[in-house]
């Protein structure tokens, strides 16, 4: 159980194009969510809190009209890359935490990753 | 920024036990200690976390010292599955929603 779901795996698009990344609680229910951005052989970066009904809270540096984020309901989130360009290639991660109580799981939830490549 | 302190890599034997240092010397009284591994391109996954007593799963068993100041991840017998970074993570409280800030992690491989 506690299982978050990420699609899509990877994507590849065109400079200027959009690309959405979908982040899915399947089995519970998620008021909030995370997305962390990861360049190669770097740790995790948070980028921004995704909260479910009311506007996400961006990390310091993270361009809000460039990465949008949307969390119209408790299962589903999704960051929208906005004019991609070459240099937001990265794997792209989303969290979250299910409710206190659940058996073997008192930590966050991480999706698969989505590695964006820009060309 | 992460409060914890880890060596950058590490080597194991296949069937040792491998033991993943932390140093999280400024750690609060409400701070626990979670670890995550992150195998090459997938998403972290969680291994363990403790508050001040030991702990263990049927993953890994998670040692902390007295003054709470370090802890060591042990994994006891370690597989060539088992090559990741290993994240040592310090965050308050048990429960709520305030997110994860990871480190650098510990590069732990795992060599047959």
Redesign the interface.
Known sequence: GAV?S?HPSRVICKSGTSVKIECRSLDFQA??M?W?RQFPKK????MA?SNEGSKATYEQGVEKDKFLINHASLTLSTLTVTSAHPEDSS?Y?C?A?PP?GRA??????????T?LTVV | D?KTTQPPSMDCAEGRAANLPCNHSTISGNEYV?W?R?IH??????II?GLKNNET?EMASLIITEDRKSSTLILPHATLRDTAVY?CIVRVG??G?T???????TRLSVIA
Do not use: C, D, E
């Open positions: 978050v990420q008021t909030t995370f962390y740790s995790l970066m948070l809190t794997f991660i969290s935490r206190s073997n799981n008192y930590g966050y939830t991480f999706g698969s990753g590695r | 992460a979670y995550y992150q391109s997938q998403g972290p996954q969680y976390h799963n994240y048990n429960s929603n997110p994860l800030v990871f480190g650098k992690g």
